[in-house]
């Protein structure tokens, strides 16, 4: 089962660049100076893609643990 650890291990990582991605997107919309409407637009679309990553995470850390178990 080395190999669900391993593969849990890779896909946490993409979800922690997901979640990365949204921290930058952020910081980058509040440094623009944009509009109030604009903002919350963007941050709107921002937190969708921030709840996907978090799940991907969640889905790898939970594949690492089942691996651990099975090991």
Do not use: H, P
């Not at 952020?26 to 709107?44: I, M, N, S, T």
């Amino acid at each position: 089962m080395e190999y669900l650890i391993w593969a849990g291990a890779a896909v946490s990582v993409v979800g922690l660049v997901g979640i990365l991605w949204c921290i930058i997107s952020v910081a980058q919309a509040k440094r623009a100076g944009l509009e109030d409407a604009a903002l919350r637009a963007r941050l709107q679309r921002v937190v969708v893609i921030n709840m996907a990553a978090l799940f991907v995470s969640v889905i790898g850390l939970m594949m690492v643990v089942v691996g651990i178990f099975l090991s």
